[in-house]
């Protein structure tokens, strides 16, 4: 408990990895039910494989690379969310109808995430229940996921968990267009 704004946390404590979990926001987000808790766990797992195996933190000089960074360590933590659930489509932040709004509007979420790459402008508000885009939170895990789903065909976990980040982001374009 007290994580304050986060449900789960990958983390070291004393020098071993650990995956903490803000119970008060799990309440808060009704992430409370077995399943949901399990891919929360997943998730979080995702971010300590990234750590234990590739690059996950890579220095970052500027706004494009802070949010390529995320976008691109929060995708490989999905992904991982959805191979250990065996459940391509699981999202822990499904709630209501926010997966299938995701799904619709795929391509533009792509194409504004990109843009402000592209223009060095904060992507803030794709990430956090506290921040919405088009009135829905979360989605910048959602456009992460799906386009580490799509790195798959090119390139082995390995490969992808070690991917630098002028690399991410140029498949980020190519992806996008």
């Known amino acids: ?5 986060g449900a789960g946390w990958a983390t070291t404590l004393d020098e071993e990895p650990a995956i903490l979990l803000g119970v008060e926001k799990m309440i808060e987000l009704d992430w409370c039910d077995a399943e949901t808790i399990a891919s929360l766990i997943y998730h979080e797992l995702g971010h300590i ?8 933190n890579q220095k ?33 932040q499904n709630k209501g109808n926010w997966l299938s709004w995701c799904y619709e509007n795929k391509r533009d979420l792509n194409i504004e995430y990109l843009r402000r790459l592209q223009e060095n402008e904060s992507a803030q508000d794709f990430f956090g229940d506290w921040c919405t885009y088009q009135g829905f939170s979360n989605v ?38």
């Open 49 to 56: 494989w990234h750590t234990s195996v590739g690059k996950i």
């Open 1 to 5: 408990m007290g994580l304050c704004n």
């Open 140 to 177: 910048g895990y959602f456009i992460g996921c799906e386009f580490i789903k799509h790195l798959t065909s090119k390139h082995s976990l390995n490969e992808l968990a070690n991917l630098d980040i002028c690399t991410i982001y140029d498949e980020f374009i190519k992806y996008s267009a």
């Open 60 to 92: 970052t000089t500027s706004t494009r690379e802070k949010y390529i960074l995320q976008l691109y360590q929060e995708g490989i933590a999905g992904y991982f969310e959805q191979l250990l659930s065996n459940d391509f489509t699981k999202y822990h």
